[in-house]
């Protein structure tokens, strides 16, 4: 079925994406970092909103369109904003599953807005997958990122939450526009309104005080999350899809981060965070299992 294996393809290039912001934010300044990847985005995606002033409107052509463009901007851009300040100072093998809980949200709002529903399959997934997460959030209190003691997990799951609206958005959107548009205008929007917000926090010391590093892993971020969000976008657009189910699988993108946290940045606790991500994997494969026609 396409719109799973896009939704699967989706997966792979958010556990990329979210590696190579570690990388970028590390011992950074994360309002540079957001704001370049913003602009790298806004110039790929150029040609696209360049052929729609030129050469005829392709769907986003009133007011009203445009108005749906930025606000679907600034959903992402505070998931963003919200998501890099935590992610530079939790371990990806932390952050990964909390940002896995986004499915469990955008299933509740699926099923009381667009009336989606679910089969066995699909419910064990969707169960076990909020199971591991559950666990992983215990798991998180041993290495000192409780609750009650860490902002950077409340900021962590602001960004989730917000992610979450912004998934449902998405399948509105997809029921009125084409993908690439979509994509090409919001991101365009998500420029400007970064820019501004750019030059209001430059005016204050504490954003000027923290050092800028330039990085090749900068762009790839925005390289990885273009094509993570086109694959998104074209499996909510075929007939059939299912958001509920293709965002518990783009969370499948923890597999990606764990295995980078634990080879490569030795992160602790590791047998009890696999324990963790093989019930997660179990219920990745229920719920592609439980939607393959």
């Known amino acids: 079925m396409m719109w799973i294996a896009m939704a699967i393809v989706s997966s792979v290039c ?15 300044n994360v309002l540079l970092v957001l704001f370049l990847n913003t602009l790298f985005g806004a110039l790929l995606l150029s040609p696209v909103v360049i052929r729609d002033l030129t050469g005829g409107c392709t769907g986003i ?3 009203e369109d445009h108005l749906l463009m930025m606000l679907k901007s600034a959903l992402v851009l505070s998931s963003w904003a919200l998501g890099y300040v935590a992610i530079k100072h939790l371990p990806l093998t932390i ?8 499915p469990v949200m955008v299933l509740v709002g699926a099923l009381v807005i667009f009336g989606e529903r679910l089969n066995g399959m699909q419910w064990a997934g969707i ?3 909020f199971a591991s997460l559950m666990f992983i959030s215990l798991i998180g209190g041993k290495e000192g990122f409780s609750l009650k003691s860490s902002r950077w997990l409340w900021y962590m799951i602001g960004a989730t939450v917000l ?3 912004s998934a449902l958005y998405d399948k509105y959107l997809m029921r009125h ?3 690439l548009p979509v994509q090409a205008w919001y991101t365009l929007y998500q420029c400007v309104m970064m820019s501004v917000i750019t030059l209001v926090c430059f005016r204050r010391e504490t954003y000027r005080s923290d050092r800028f590093r330039w ?7 925005t390289v990885f999350i273009t094509v993570a969000d086109l694959a998104y976008f074209y499996a909510l657009s075929i007939e059939g899809s299912m958001v509920s189910v293709v965002s518990m699988i783009r969370r499948g993108s923890v597999l990606v981060t764990f295995f980078y946290g634990v080879i490569v940045l030795r992160e602790k606790n590791i ?7 093989a019930v997660l994997l179990t219920g990745l494969t229920l719920l592609i299992a439980g939607s393959w026609d």
């Not at 952050?95 to 986004?102: F, K």
């Not at 990085?215 to 971020?221: A, D, K, M, N």
């Not at 047998?271 to 991500?277: F, P, Q, T």
């Open 215 to 221: 990085r090749w892993t900068i762009p790839l971020i």
């Open 271 to 277: 047998r009890l965070k696999l324990i963790d991500l």
């Open 177 to 179: 526009y084409e993908p």
């Open 95 to 102: 952050t990964g599953p909390i940002t896995a809980t986004r």
């Open 127 to 129: 169960v076990l997958g």
């Open 14 to 28: 958010l556990g990329f994406y979210d590696i190579f912001k570690k990388l970028s934010l590390e011992r950074n």
């Open 61 to 63: 052509c009133a007011v």
């Open 163 to 165: 992610g979450a609206a």
